[in-house]
C-alpha cells in the first residue's frame, strides 16, 4: 500500500505540475464597509464580545445570539435596523475562574464563557452550552424572556456538548428534541465523541465507541436526514488509511441512526450505526483540497426527494503548492448514500484492509437486536471504501488567492425560470463574495466588506424567507441583504452584474427585483448581453468643463464601472492619443499638458463584454483669468545643436502640486475636475528671456513655434550615458592609483647629481647585473 499512495503522490504532484488551474475572474464590483450603496445593519456594543453563534426563530422576527458571557435576543424584524430586545449575563463564578487560571490558561481570553451551541428543543425554549472557563455548562432558556428554566436532569454538565477549549470547531443539531453534536470531551481537546443527548421515550444516550478511531478530527457542520432518520457530521481528519511519510489529513463525512439505542450486550449505548466515508474534492489532474472547513446544506427544489440534497463545502488544501487557496465542491446526499451501502475496509493490526466478503448490516440501522458477530463486524468496519466525489467530479469553484472560511447557499429563479444556486462565502480577510453558478463557470457579482479585522471565531446564518444573511464576528452582527439590484443605475449595468436576483424593469426604468417585476425583465444570467438593453434609454454623464492655462498640466479623471471593464479615453480630434502627450496613470486617469493641441472634448469609455459605455466627458479649454494660487507649470527652454538637444525645466516651489506630474514616463492628459480659474504668474516678467518659452498667445516671433507642442523631454538616454562615463573616468582614476602606487614600490626619488635632479632607477636585488665591458682605449 505504501508504494501505491506513493505512487499515487507523485502522478497527483505531476499532475498538478502540468495542468493548468482554473481561472476565476475578480468579483465584479467591490463594497468597501460601510459603502452608501451597499448598507448593513450592525448590530455592536462595547461590552458584548463574540456574537458568533446564531439561531434565528420560526418566525424570522428573533436573532438568538451566543455570545461571551451572554446570550441575546435581537429584534430583526425591520429591514434596516438590528436592536436588543432582552440580554441573559451568564457569567463563570470566580472561583471556577480562578480554577481556570490555575491550570494555566489566560483570564480574558481563554476562561470566559463562550456560548458554543445554541438550538431549539421546543416551541417555548431553547437549549444552550458554553465553554465555562474550561468547564462545559449547559442550561435551559425561555424563548421569550431568556431566563433559565428548571431542568428535568443534573445541571451545569455541559461535557460532551460542547468543547473545553473555545478556539476548537464543534457542531450540533437538534432533531425532534434530541440534541445531537460533535466534539471533543475532555480538558486537552484530544478525546473525540459523537453523542446523543436529551433522548426520547426513554432511551439511553448514546456516544462513540473508544475502538472507533477518529484522528484528531475537526469537526465543521451536521445535517439530518428526515426521511431515513440519519444525521451527518462533517469533519477532518489525519487519514491512517494512507501509508504516507507524512501525515495526510482527509475531509470525511459520518453518518448515524438517528434512533439508534447501541447494542445488548457488545456497544451498549454506543453506536451501531457509526460509519465513515472520504470526500473527495479534487480538480482533475491535481492535488486534492483535503481539508474541510464548512458545509451548507440546500434543501432540494420542491417536488425532488431527499436524495437530491446538495452539500456545499468550503475546501483548503494541506499542501502550499496547491492550485489555489481553496475551493467549493457540491456533493448530493444520494451519492453519500450510495458509499455506506457499498463495500467496507476492516481495521486490523492497526491498518485499514478491504474486507474479504460483504456484510450487508454495515450501515445500517436498527441493530439493538443484532447478534455478537454482527455487532463485532461494526466495531471492526465502519470505513467505506469508496470515497464520496462531487457534482460533476470537480470544483464548482477553485479560487486562487481568496482563503474561504464559512458558505451559505439559496436557489432562485431567474426572470427566464431556469433554476440557479447562489453562494455567499466568507473570507479570512473580511469580505463576504456572493457568486452565482453558471453552466460552464462561476460569476462572482460582488464582494461586500463585513468586518475589519481577521476574526479567529465567526458564523453565517441565511434566511432565504427575509433575504438576508446574518454575519457574526468579535465585532458584532452585521445584516446583509441578498441583493441590492437600486444599486444599478441602468439597464445595462444591471444586465451586466448577472444576478439572478435582480433585473431591469422597462415599465418603471430602474433596476428591482425580479419577483417584484410583473413582466419583461431585462436580464441574462449566463452572458451579460446587453442587447437585451434594446429600448430601454441609457442616461449619458453631464459634461465638466475644465478650463487650464498654457502648459499647466491637466488631470482628467474616470472611474470604471465594474472590475471586469477596462477604460480607454477618446479625443474629439482624433481616434487615437498620441502617447507623447498623452499618458494613463495608475489609475487610469489621463494627464496631459494644457496646449493648444491638447485643448477640446474628451470621453473616457468604459468597455465591459463588449459593450461600451461612456463614463465621463470632459471640456478642456483655455483659461486666461487669474488665480490665487498658480498650479504647477513647466517653462521649458530648447537649445539645439547639431549633435545635442538640451531642455531644461522650471517648477515654480509651490510643492503641493507636485503629484499631478508623473516624472520618468511620457507626458499624459490629466485634468482635474477641480480645477479653477487662473492666474497668471505675475513673477514671469521678471524672468529672463532666454529662460523662457514664448508664450505663443501674445508673441509673434516665431509663428511658426504655435503649433509645437510643448513637451518635457525625457533625460533616460542621456542619464544612461552620463551615468556610464561617470563609472569609466572612476575606473580610470582608481586604475591610475594603482599604477602611481606601483610605481612608488619600483622608483624612490635620487640624489641630486642625476642630469636632470630626477629619480634614480634601483636595481632588482633579484636581478644579476650584466659583467661591465671595459672600453678600449
Known amino acids: 500500500m505504501a508504494y501505491g499512495s506513493l505512487a499515487w503522490s507523485l502522478s497527483a504532484l505531476l499532475g498538478l505540475l502540468l495542468t493548468p488551474s482554473l481561472g476565476l475572474e475578480p468579483p465584479r464590483i467591490s463594497f468597501p464597509l460601510e459603502s452608501p450603496e451597499r448598507p448593513l445593519p450592525l448590530f455592536s456594543q462595547p461590552d458584548i464580545k463574540n456574537t458568533t453563534t446564531l439561531l434565528l426563530s420560526d418566525d424570522g422576527s428573533t436573532l438568538f445570539v451566543g455570545a461571551q458571557d451572554a446570550v441575546l435576543s435581537l429584534d430583526v424584524s425591520q429591514p434596516d435596523v438590528i436592536t436588543m430586545k432582552t440580554k441573559m449575563e451568564w457569567k463563570p463564578p470566580p ?8 491550570k494555566g490558561k489566560k483570564e480574558t481570553t481563554d476562561c470566559p464563557n463562550f456560548v458554543r451551541v445554541l438550538q431549539p428543543i421546543n416551541a417555548t425554549h431553547l437549549y444552550a452550552c458554553g465553554t465555562f472557563a474550561y468547564n462545559p455548562h449547559d ?13 428535568p436532569r443534573k445541571y451545569n454538565n455541559g461535557k460532551g456538548c460542547c468543547p473545553f477549549n473555545p478556539y476548537q470547531r464543534n457542531t450540533a443539531i437538534s432533531v425532534d428534541g434530541e440534541l445531537f453534536t460533535a466534539t471533543t470531551n475532555d480538558f486537552l481537546g484530544k478525546t473525540p465523541m459523537v453523542s446523543r443527548h436529551l433522548s426520547k421515550d426513554g432511551r439511553p444516550d448514546v456516544s462513540q465507541d473508544t475502538s472507533v478511531t477518529l484522528n484528531e478530527p475537526t469537526f465543521v457542520s451536521s445535517a439530518s436526514d428526515t426521511s431515513e432518520g440519519k444525521v451527518y457530521f462533517f469533519f477532518s481528519e489525519i487519514g491512517n488509511e494512507y501509508s504516507f511519510l507524512d501525515e495526510f489529513k482527509v475531509a470525511r463525512v459520518a453518518q448515524v441512526c438517528k434512533d439508534d439505542i447501541g447494542g445488548e450486550r457488545i456497544l451498549q449505548k454506543r453506536w451501531t450505526s457509526f460509519a465513515k466515508a472520504e470526500l473527495l474534492c479534487r480538480p482533475p489532474k491535481e492535488l486534492p483540497f483535503n481539508i474541510i472547513q464548512d458545509v451548507f446544506t440546500l434543501a432540494p427544489s420542491e417536488g425532488y426527494s431527499t436524495q437530491d440534497i446538495i452539500f456545499y463545502g468550503i475546501f483548503t488544501s494541506q499542501w502550499s503548492v496547491a492550485s489555489g487557496q481553496s475551493a467549493v465542491c457540491a456533493f448530493r446526499l ?6 455506506f451501502a457499498g463495500n467496507y475496509k476492516i481495521f486490523q493490526n492497526h491498518q485499514w484492509s478491504p474486507r474479504m466478503y460483504k456484510t450487508s448490516n454495515l450501515g445500517k440501522c436498527g441493530l439493538a437486536n443484532a447478534s455478537d458477530t454482527t455487532l463485532m463486524a461494526v466495531k471492526e468496519s465502519f470505513l467505506a471504501s469508496g470515497s464520496v466525489r462531487p457534482i460533476g467530479n470537480a470544483p464548482v469553484l477553485n479560487s486562487p488567492d481568496q482563503r474561504y472560511s464559512r458558505i451559505a447557499a439559496l436557489r432562485t429563479k431567474a426572470a427566464n425560470g431556469q433554476d440557479y444556486t447562489i453562494l455567499f462565502l466568507l473570507s479570512e480577510s473580511g469580505f463576504l463574495h456572493k457568486a452565482v453558478l453558471l453552466n460552464k463557470d462561476t460569476h462572482i457579482i460582488e464582494e461586500i466588506q463585513v468586518f475589519r479585522q481577521p476574526q479567529l471565531v465567526k458564523n453565517i446564518l441565511l434566511s432565504t424567507s427575509k433575504g438576508v444573511l446574518y454575519v457574526g464576528t468579535s465585532e458584532g452582527v452585521t445584516q446583509v441583504p441578498v441583493s441590492q439590484c437600486s444599486s444599478y443605475k441602468s439597464c445595462a449595468q444591471c444586465v451586466l452584474a448577472r444576478d439572478p436576483l435582480c433585473g431591469w424593469d422597462p415599465a418603471r426604468g430602474h433596476c428591482a427585483s425580479v419577483s417584484a417585476i410583473p413582466a419583461n425583465a431585462r436580464q441574462d444570467v449566463e452572458h451579460g448581453n446587453v442587447m437585451e438593453c434594446q429600448g430601454s434609454l441609457t442616461a449619458k454623464p453631464l459634461l ?26 477618446k479625443s474629439a480630434k482624433a481616434s487615437a492619443l498620441p502617447h507623447h502627450l498623452f499618458f494613463h496613470s495608475g489609475d487610469e486617469n489621463l494627464v496631459f499638458m494644457a496646449t493648444p493641441d491638447t485643448f477640446g472634448i474628451y470621453h473616457c469609455i468604459s468597455v465591459e ?30 537649445t539645439e545643436t547639431k549633435d545635442q538637444m538640451t531642455t531644461m525645466m522650471e517648477i515654480p516651489s509651490d510643492t503641493d502640486q507636485l503629484d499631478h506630474i508623473n516624472f520618468g514616463e511620457d507626458p499624459v492628459i490629466t485634468t482635474d475636475v477641480t480645477t479653477t480659474d487662473k492666474t497668471p504668474n505675475t513673477n514671469s516678467s521678471t524672468e529672463k528671456p532666454e529662460d523662457m518659452t514664448p508664450d505663443p498667445l501674445s508673441s509673434s516671433e516665431k509663428p511658426e513655434d504655435h503649433n509645437e507642442p510643448l513637451t518635457a523631454k525625457n533625460y533616460h538616454s542621456e542619464l544612461v550615458a552620463v551615468s556610464f562615463l561617470l563609472a569609466v573616468c572612476v575606473c580610470v582614476l582608481v586604475l591610475g592609483g594603482l599604477y602611481g602606487c606601483h610605481l612608488q614600490g619600483r622608483y624612490k626619488l635620487g640624489p641630486s647629481d642625476t642630469a636632470e635632479g630626477g629619480y634614480k632607477e634601483e636595481n632588482d636585488p633579484l636581478e644579476v647585473s650584466p659583467p661591465s665591458i671595459k672600453k678600449a682605449e
Not at 472561583?95 to 490555575?102: A, I, K, M, P
Not at 444520494?334 to 458509499?339: N, P, Q, R, S, W
Not at 478650463?547 to 471586469?564: D, G, I, M, P
Request: charged letters at 20%; proline letters at 2%; one cysteine or more.
Open 544 to 569: 465638466v468643463e475644465v478650463h487650464a492655462q498654457l502648459n499647466e498640466v491637466v488631470r482628467l479623471k474616470c472611474s470604471r464601472s465594474s472590475n471586469l471593464a477596462t477604460l480607454s479615453w
Open 334 to 339: 444520494g451519492d453519500i448514500k450510495d458509499v
Open 95 to 102: 472561583d471556577v475562574l480562578h480554577e481556570c487560571t490555575t
Open 139 to 151: 442550561t435551559y432558556m425561555d424563548t421569550d424572556t431568556l431566563t433559565m428554566a428548571k431542568v
Open 609 to 638: 463584454r463588449g459593450y461600451e459605455e461612456t463614463a465621463a466627458i470632459y471640456t478642456v479649454s483655455f483659461s486666461p483669468q487669474a488665480i490665487d494660487t498658480p498650479a504647477v507649470q513647466f517653462r521649458i527652454t530648447t
